[in-house]
C-alpha cells in the first residue's frame, strides 16, 4: 500500500514538472506594446555668476559683517606643524526682544486679542 502511494505521488509530480515544461515551450511569447514615455529634456544650468556678488547678505536676510585678521608668524614650515596656526573665532551678536507684558503691546500683533 505504502508502495503504491509513493509511487502515485511520484506520478503526480512527474506529470506536474512535464506539463510545466511544456506549457513554457509552447506557450506564445508575450512582447510588451506598452510604448515608453520621451524623457522630459533636463533643465539647463544657471549662467556662472559674473560681477560682484553682494555676500554681505545671507538668503533669509541676516547681514554678515567679516573680517579677516593676520598677526606675522614665523616660516612656514614651523607655522604647518603648530595647530594654533590656523583659527577661525565666530561671534554672534544679536538682540534678543523683550516679551510683550500688556495687553496693549500684545494688540500690536493682534488687534483682536482684546475682545477674545
Do not use: C
Given at each position: ?49 559674473a560681477g560682484k556678488l553682494d555676500t554681505g547678505r545671507l538668503f533669509n536676510g541676516i547681514t554678515l559683517h ?10 612656514a614650515s614651523t607655522e604647518r606643524a603648530d595647530p594654533e596656526s590656523y583659527v577661525l573665532d565666530l561671534k ?25
Amino acid at each position: 500500500m505504502v508502495l503504491l502511494l509513493a509511487a502515485a505521488i511520484f506520478a503526480v509530480i512527474l506529470y506536474r514538472w512535464i506539463s510545466q515544461e511544456r506549457l513554457q515551450y509552447f506557450a506564445p511569447r508575450e512582447t510588451p506594446t506598452t510604448t515608453s514615455p520621451t524623457p522630459e529634456p533636463t533643465p539647463t544650468r544657471p549662467p556662472p555668476i559674473a560681477g560682484k556678488l553682494d555676500t554681505g547678505r545671507l538668503f533669509n536676510g541676516i547681514t554678515l559683517h567679516s573680517s579677516v585678521e593676520t598677526t606675522p608668524g614665523s616660516d612656514a614650515s614651523t607655522e604647518r606643524a603648530d595647530p594654533e596656526s590656523y583659527v577661525l573665532d565666530l561671534k554672534l551678536n544679536a538682540r534678543v526682544p523683550t516679551p510683550n507684558r500688556t495687553l496693549e503691546e500684545l494688540a500690536k500683533i493682534t488687534p483682536r486679542l482684546p475682545e477674545l
